[in-house]
């Protein structure tokens, strides 16, 4: 599968965001997707996941009940809704995607990752 992260920008804290990540092929219900950042001079972390259904998501703590992730499967793509962002959310976003039955904050465990999409938070 092929993955196209958009949606970045310049943001002020405070504001809101929303990623996506488009799919190329047929499986694409068959991936459990994920988000994960960077930011200069640290290592990638995971954001968020979801299952192939859509039915069960996972966040990590410093974005629980800010951001949000969702899926279509029938558009083959998967969202990132970003809101009450904060510098500290100033990083590349990478969407990816991953075979298993569960969702994983472990970022070894995806196969396929996107380009990666910035996302800068301002003062």
């Known amino acids: 599968v092929q993955l196209q992260a958009s949606g970045g920008g310049l943001v002020q804290a405070g504001g809101s965001l929303r990623l996506s990540c488009a799919a190329s092929g047929r499986t694409f219900s068959t991936y459990v997707m994920g988000w994960f950042r960077q930011a200069p001079g640290k290592e990638r972390e995971f954001v968020a996941a979801?299952?192939?259904?859509?039915?069960?998501?996972l966040y990590a703590d410093s974005v629980k009940g800010r951001f949000t992730i969702s899926r279509d499967n029938a558009k083959n793509a998967v969202y990132l809704q970003m809101n009450s962002l904060k510098l500290e959310d100033t990083a590349v976003y990478y969407c990816a995607a991953e075979t298993s039955l569960i969702a994983t904050m472990t970022a070894k465990r995806y196969d396929y990752w996107g380009q990666g999409t910035q996302v800068t938070v301002s003062s």
């Open positions: 979801i299952t192939r259904s859509g039915g069960s998501t």
